[in-house]
């Protein structure tokens, strides 16, 4: 049975519309009457009173949702942690299974440049820190960022000579972190900083990281030297060269830090 509609309901929106445009006509018309700024003043005011509150909802809801996407990063964060924590130990483990010795632990030495030498006989600086801070001579030195520097090969009491990595007579044994292979960066005058002599099959690219290998007295394991550059056309069918940038700013060191490796 279909229900009666009444004729004024029909006409709803149209009479709606014209009271609104018959109540805008009345307001324009009364000018700047005294009426007309109470009703603004009370309308503005009113509308002030709305807004904080509206304001105050939709802030909690951006600091409820901003909340839930830190939750989430730090979960997932905390995640990854438990995982190179679980990786670390069972590494430590396997080590240990095998017979390999624990790594070497040092101290660090804080020192200021106080200049730098650029020659042909060799690139390095000099620090105010010597023999009376505990300086030794072949001390590996790094910057604040954990990268390579150099080599301490002169101590005095108060100040330490430093040579630096980028100086061509400089020697370092390092890995490339993709391929895991070992070779020695040295400087070649045609190509720049190089790590030669790599097998041709070696899984290397441009970006990756090269750090100390560890297999030395003077530079432990897991400092960071550069990212490769280029690679080399295979020489004799058997092996490349791959070049690499290296990390560290020399031309705006003003601390560095001396490894001081116990014995």
Same mark, same amino acid.
């Given at each position: 049975?279909?229900?009666? +509609?009444?004729?004024?309901?029909?006409?709803?929106?149209?009479?709606?519309?014209?009271?609104?445009?018959?109540?805008?006509?009345?307001?324009?018309?009364?000018?700047?009457?005294?009426?007309?700024?109470?009703?603004?003043?009370?309308?503005?005011?009113?509308?002030?009173?709305?807004?904080?509150?509206?304001?105050?909802?939709?802030?909690?809801?951006?600091?409820?949702?901003?909340?839930?996407?830190? =939750?989430?990063?730090?979960?997932?964060?905390?995640?990854?942690?438990?995982?190179? %924590?679980?990786?670390?130990?069972?590494?430590?483990?396997?080590?240990?299974?095998?017979?390999?010795?624990?790594?070497?632990?040092?101290?660090?030495?804080?020192?200021?440049?106080?200049?730098?030498?650029?020659?042909?006989?060799?690139?390095?600086?000099? +620090?105010?820190?010597?023999? %009376?801070?505990?300086?030794?001579?072949?001390?590996?030195?790094?910057?604040?960022?954990?990268?390579?520097?150099?080599?301490?090969?002169?101590?005095?009491?108060?100040?330490?000579?430093?040579?630096?990595?980028?100086?061509?007579?400089?020697?370092?044994? +390092?890995?490339?972190?993709?391929?895991?292979?070992?070779?020695?960066?040295?400087?070649?005058?045609?190509?720049?900083?190089?790590?030669?002599?790599?097998?041709?099959?070696?899984?290397?690219?441009?970006?990756?990281?090269?750090?100390?290998?560890?297999?030395?007295?003077?530079?432990?394991?897991?400092?960071?030297?550069?990212? +490769?550059?280029?690679?080399?056309?295979?020489?004799?069918?058997?092996?490349?060269?791959? =070049?690499?940038?290296?990390?560290?700013?020399?031309?705006?060191?003003?601390?560095?830090?001396?490894?001081?490796?116990?014995?």
């Amino acid at each position: 049975m279909a229900t009666s +509609v009444s004729p004024l309901s029909r006409y709803k929106v149209p009479l709606n519309l014209l009271v609104a445009i018959a109540l805008s006509l009345v307001i324009i018309g009364s000018g700047d009457s005294p009426l007309v700024r109470q009703s603004r003043n009370l309308i503005l005011e009113s509308s002030a009173y709305l807004y904080v509150p509206i304001q105050w909802i939709e802030t909690l809801f951006t600091i409820e949702k901003d909340y839930h996407k830190l =939750q989430q990063s730090y979960i997932k964060a905390q995640i990854e942690l438990n995982r190179h %924590k679980t990786l670390l130990q069972e590494n430590l483990r396997l080590r240990k299974m095998l017979g390999f010795k624990g790594e070497q632990g040092f101290d660090v030495i804080p020192a200021n440049v106080l200049s730098d030498v650029g020659s042909y006989t060799m690139n390095s600086l000099t +620090v105010d820190q010597g023999s %009376k801070d505990g300086v030794k001579p072949l001390s590996g030195v790094i910057d604040a960022q954990a990268q390579l520097v150099g080599k301490v090969v002169a101590v005095s009491r108060n100040t330490a000579l430093v040579q630096l990595v980028n100086d061509k007579n400089f020697r370092v044994s +390092v890995r490339e972190m993709r391929s895991r292979n070992v070779g020695i960066l040295s400087y070649t005058l045609k190509k720049g900083y190089v790590i030669q002599d790599v097998p041709k099959n070696a899984e290397v690219i441009a970006g990756d990281s090269v750090l100390t290998s560890g297999f030395s007295d003077i530079f432990p394991e897991h400092i960071f030297v550069g990212w +490769v550059s280029e690679i080399s056309p295979v020489i004799e069918d058997y092996v490349k060269s791959i =070049q690499v940038d290296l990390a560290t700013d020399f031309n705006r060191l003003e601390e560095v830090f001396i490894l001081d490796q116990d014995d």
